[in-house]
């Protein structure tokens, strides 16, 4: 199998960062995004000036207040970290389709077919780097290396504003030193499981047999193995393209009365925004969707067009009038409710283009 080229890009103290650029003068002060400490709040993130104050992620905020007493903390505004993210993966676009999204401010990137800086993957992420930096005025540390687990041990190397590169021919080496608690999934019990086994680094690891590592982690202990020597074969899985998302609820007991009906729909489209969040950066709502089953299975869809003039697609009113519509159609009590989105991929030219000339999507 030829060698592959895999760029991990994560975005430095993300929210603080975002934070921190629209408002500059939150700069050099310790800041953190998060629940307010007086209502049990806790920290998403912080920068790094809040950082050398021992205050991390996930730390109750009254905790952070007391190691670092003048810390900001600001409401997190997630409307504007998923903007910001999408603003990252339209510049990941001009280099390569192939991205697979970890989180907001994470993605993989398989640059192995890209002709972009020669094929150089460390000259793209170098460009991703300052393009980010000039376009968005933000930093993202990247990694780069041939495999995902390499690329992700990269980006956290030189952080923040880092960029670091594992080349095929220095893996060997670069194992030998890395501690096992780099390996992702490596949590405190399985560092001192490995600790016990004699295994600090994976160079250490290496020496481990086999049957052993199967014998303490189960399946697990086998790919501790691979991982070991910096072996990793996951490809990067760029979602299949979607084309709509939708919940559905079937009821114990069908419903008959409007009321009860409109209440099961707000949960749907809570639920719908839970999911379209996490695939926003890719797609843009075109059409809200309801979809109504009668207790005797005869099923009506029904939808329509969200406005071009900004309006937003979750509109309960709007999803409230299609339901009323459908349900009139059967006029009849219903065994299950569904609430969705018609979807079109943002950058369709890019792909129909792709498509035009035959190249791989994925
Ligand atoms: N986040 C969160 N709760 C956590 C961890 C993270 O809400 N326990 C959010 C806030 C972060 C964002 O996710 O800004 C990205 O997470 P990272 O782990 O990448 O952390 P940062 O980007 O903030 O910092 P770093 O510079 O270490 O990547
Ligand atoms: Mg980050």
């Not at 700069?27 to 021992?54: D, H, K, M």
């Not at 190397?157 to 999934?185: H, Y």
């Not at 919940?247 to 209440?263: K, L, Y």
Request: proline fraction near 4%.
């Amino acid at each position: 199998m030829s060698q592959r080229k895999i760029i991990h890009i994560d975005a430095d103290s993300f929210y603080a960062s975002v934070e921190m650029r629209e408002n500059p003068s939150l700069q050099g002060l310790p800041l953190a995004v998060g629940g307010p400490a007086e209502s049990r709040g806790v920290i998403a993130t912080c920068n790094y000036e809040a950082r050398r104050f021992g205050v991390h992620s996930a730390m109750p905020s009254s905790r952070a207040r007391q190691h670092c007493p003048d810390l900001i903390i600001l409401k997190p505004r997630f409307d504007l970290y998923r903007e910001v993210s999408r603003q990252f993966h339209e510049i990941f676009r001009r280099y390569t389709q192939r991205i697979e999204p970890l989180s907001l401010d994470e993605a993989f990137l398989d640059v192995t077919a890209s002709s972009a800086q020669r094929g150089s993957a460390t000259l793209i992420a170098q460009d991703i780097r300052q393009c980010i930096k000039r376009e968005l005025q933000l930093t993202v540390s990247a990694g780069i290396a041939p495999n995902k687990f390499l690329a992700k041990v990269g980006s956290d190397w030189d952080k923040p504003d880092g960029c670091f590169t594992i080349t095929p021919e220095q893996v060997a080496d670069f194992m030998l030193d890395l501690p096992v608690s780099r390996i992702n999934g490596v949590g405190a019990v399985t560092e001192a499981k490995l600790a016990k086994l004699g295994a600090r680094t994976c160079g250490e690891l290496q020496h481990i047999p086999l049957d052993v590592l199967l014998r303490q982690f189960g399946k697990y202990g086998a790919r501790l193995a691979q991982l070991a020597h910096g072996q990793d074969q996951r490809e990067v899985r760029t979602s299949r393209v979607r084309k709509s998302i939708s919940v559905e609820n079937t009821f114990s007991r069908d419903i008959a009365d409007e009321q009860t009906m409109q209440s099961a729909l707000e949960g749907l489209l809570d639920e719908l925004e839970n999911r379209f969040h996490r695939i926003e950066e890719q797609y843009r709502p075109h059409k809200r969707v309801v979809k109504v089953k009668f207790d005797d299975f005869n099923q009506t869809t029904i939808e329509e067009t969200i406005a071009d003039n900004g309006e937003h697609w979750l509109n309960n009113v709007a999803y409230r009038g299609l339901l009323a519509r459908a349900w009139r159609r059967g006029n009849r009590p219903v065994r299950l409710l569904g609430a969705g989105l018609r979807l079109t991929p943002h950058k369709l030219e890019n792909r129909e283009q792709l498509a035009l000339f035959g190249a791989d999507q994925d």
